[in-house]
């Protein structure tokens, strides 16, 4: 059975959880200022406070970039929709250069 998760915490929240941290209260009293929250979750909400770069933000998904740039999915949709509806899906590979396989496109 996978785990289930509660609903995130608000941003508020978790400021305050952060604010609270910052001037050295410890796991279990800000759990009893804020039962609704477990302790797990506060804990981890420090944890990934540090790593934050804003704290409005999360950290990006890793992964492989894209392969097809903006500029050459542009130029693809130029291709389609103004000078040749009807070209071929291997000369569109060959317009950006073979850099994706057959199915990207």
């Known amino acids: ?3 289930r998760y509660g609903p995130d915490l608000k941003p508020e929240l978790r400021a305050r959880i952060s604010e609270l941290r910052s001037i050295q209260w410890s796991y279990k009293r800000i759990h009893a200022k804020h039962p609704e929250v477990s302790l797990l979750a506060i804990i981890k ?4 406070e540090v790593t934050r770069n804003n704290s ?3 950290t990006p998904r890793t992964g492989v970039s894209r392969k097809l740039s903006l500029t050459d999915r542009d130029y693809i949709y130029d291709i389609i ?3 040749d ?3 071929k899906n291997r000369d569109l590979l ?5 850099k994706v396989k057959i199915r990207i496109i």
Not at 45 to 48: D, M
Not at 94 to 98: F, I, K, P, T
Request: hydrophobic letters at 25%; charged letters at 15%; a positive charge.
């Open 1 to 3: 059975i996978p785990p």
């Open 45 to 48: 909400t420090c944890q990934r």
């Open 56 to 58: 409005s933000l999360t």
């Open 81 to 83: 929709s103004f000078r």
């Open 85 to 87: 509806p009807y070209i």
């Open 94 to 98: 060959h317009e950006v250069n073979n």
